[in-house]
């Protein structure tokens, strides 16, 4: 198959959509129905995948939900650093949202795409040594909590990177975390960990974090790629990875928790399959765990554009879960 001729096939459509149902022509010129069979989750789109057109000012972020309908999506997953830029146009970041998300919603209900989740960054350390520092960070979490609840999302997302020390950093992150989920409760937001850098992304310690606190808005966002826990000298991000966790191994142990999922993806070969990744084989335990909810598209590549990874991802998903057993 000529990946060419896949991405053009793709495009064409990305503008329609998702439908249940296409129609045939038989010889005699008579239109049949062909039922498709569906995926068991739903798609969003990660605003992530569209991060350097935003970062570059190329493209607005309040335009995200406009791009996710004209590329057939029926789910958005927000991404609070790119609107940290417009944000700090005003004087604090509660007059900025309280400015910043009418927008946002009225451009979801417009465009008619699901608000799912809020990818919250640079809101402090939830697994500080430190109590204060967790407990500042909790605060600074708060405001996407809110925010969440607004657009009608269902959760945040969250990073847990903090104690250079495991035992000090299960500890905090119990603390930490399990304070931002007694918040979310209030709310009834749901505060998801995603495997995302240091501790966080070794999942048998992660769960052991989030069984601990227990609570029901509590969980994990499995993440398909993300699984390296040491970096070349001892660098958190832009380093190669020198030591990672078994990412099947990783997904199989994070989703009894999972209240979100996102495939990650980096590169395709010419059949359109995912060349660093067994999607069969990790959607195959995404549906044996019993998830039906919203599977977000991020695209990291460098192979590709924006668009064309995000719909080749798009592709393989739907693909890839129709040949499931």
Known sequence: MNIKLVLAALISVAVLSCKSEKKTEKNTNESVVVAEKQPFFKISLAQWSLNEAIRSGEMDPLDFAEKAHEMGFEGIEYVSQLYTPLMETYKNDQVALDSILPKMKAKSEEFE???????????????????????QAVEDHKKWVDAAKYLGCHAIRVNLIGAADKEIWKTSAIDGLGKLADYGATQNIEVTVENHGGYSSNAALLMEVINTIDKENCGTLPDFGNFCIERKNGEMWDAPCVKEYDKYKGIEEMMPKALAVSAKTYDFNEAGEETSMDFTKILQIVKDAGYTGFIGVEYEGENHTPEEGILLTKELLIKTAQNLK
């Open 113 to 135: 795409v699901k608000n799912v989740l809020i990818m919250v960054d640079g809101e402090g350390n939830l697994a500080a040594a430190s109590e204060s520092e967790r407990n």
